[in-house]
């Protein structure tokens, strides 16, 4: 149950201060019973919203009712979908909190993210020897091969520098074919 208005002010806040004056600035008024509809002049307290933020912040504190809270809240987050592996194809039953989960299981996850580049024999744009890349946009053989080129640029169009070359309009380096 949510909050209750009077006036287009929140009713708590209303009743708190006909019934035990004016409520302090940065200060909140606080339902005892943690009941949003009970505004019994009782049942409301001011304190500082510090203190207050303290009090309700799940997680941050050792109460067993807030750790119930925010464990019903994954759990209703957990609901049981149904999915197909991305690597191995076969269905599955996913209970990730967010979108449903891609991998039947971590060997699938890891098989899949293995086998993303295959390891291949080059020909360095620097050097012109020949070394073997381990990763896709792999291009030189070493750091020192790597140092030398000259197809980097460190300032963009947008942050006031020239715009990127591509290899096509480099001399001494050909494109991929």
């Given at each position: 149950?949510?909050?209750?208005y ?11 201060e ?18 949003k ?53 076969a ?17 699938c ?6 086998n ?27 750091k020192?091969c ?12 947008a ?7 591509t ?11």
């Amino acid at each position: 149950m949510g909050y209750k208005y009077i006036g287009g002010r929140y009713a708590h806040r209303v009743i708190y201060e006909q019934r035990k004056g004016p409520i302090p600035k940065g200060w909140v008024v606080h339902h005892k019973d943690e009941d949003k509809g009970n505004n019994d002049p009782d049942n409301l307290e001011a304190m500082p919203r510090k203190e207050h933020q303290r009090l309700h912040a799940t997680g941050r504190t050792n109460s067993d009712a807030q750790k119930a809270a925010a464990n019903r809240t994954l759990e209703s987050l957990r609901t049981p979908k149904p999915a197909k592996c991305i690597q191995c194809q076969a269905d599955f039953v996913s209970t990730s909190a967010g979108e449903v989960g891609k991998f039947c299981s971590r060997t699938c996850l890891e098989t899949w993210r293995s086998n993303k580049f295959t390891p291949e024999l080059r020909s360095c744009f620097v050097c012109e020897g020949e070394y073997l890349a381990k990763k896709r946009f792999q291009r030189y053989c070493c750091k020192q091969c790597n140092n030398k080129s000259t197809v980097r640029t460190y300032r963009t169009e947008a942050t006031g520098g020239t715009a990127r070359r591509t290899l096509a309009q480099l001399g001494d380096i050909q494109p991929d074919g």
